[in-house]
């Protein structure tokens, strides 16, 4: 599920769709993966770039993403599925937590506009950090300095910033 600032909720959830003089409804992607593991499938749904979903579509994932004490989790998608005394039962899917696998990635720092990760986001996942290792960050700069005519001493130059990423990455530390 490719994510953007102007994920619409229905994306997640569904929405109403007409269909030859009438209106079906259409699951979203996160309805679908749940549809799917009340159904007794093991599924994967992937988000990229998480956090850079707007806070109010988020927080309908963040809500299904709280298991209960039964070790479901629980989606109300807003598809009616009847009405009792003009009001309108919503939708609820009921799928067991070992059945839904959701991974999520994204880029955090200010060239991202992702400051911090919300401690609501970090409680509901397991944290794992991608960053570049030393050697990895040497060939890649290698290639890069070696394509730039006006360096004449690409090993020297190459050398100066993989130091002052071992200083940076230290100061982080």
Known sequence: FPSHDSVESYEFLGKNLPHENTVVWSDGKLSRAFRLAASGQKVVLCIDEMLRIPQRQLSILLTALS???????????????????G???????????????????TNVG????????????????IIVRKDTHEAQLKNILMGQVKDKQHFSHSDLVTQQLVEFFKKTHRCVQ
């Open 110 to 125: 200010p060239e991202f506009a992702v400051e911090d990760l919300d401690p609501a986001v970090a409680e509901r996942f």
């Open 87 to 105: 009001v309108g039962q919503e939708e609820e899917i009921l799928a067991p937590a070992d059945r839904i696998c959701i991974c999520a990635t």
């Open 67 to 85: 298991p209960d004490l039964d070790g479901n989790l629980r989606l109300s998608t807003g598809r009616i599925l009847k009405v009792e005394d």
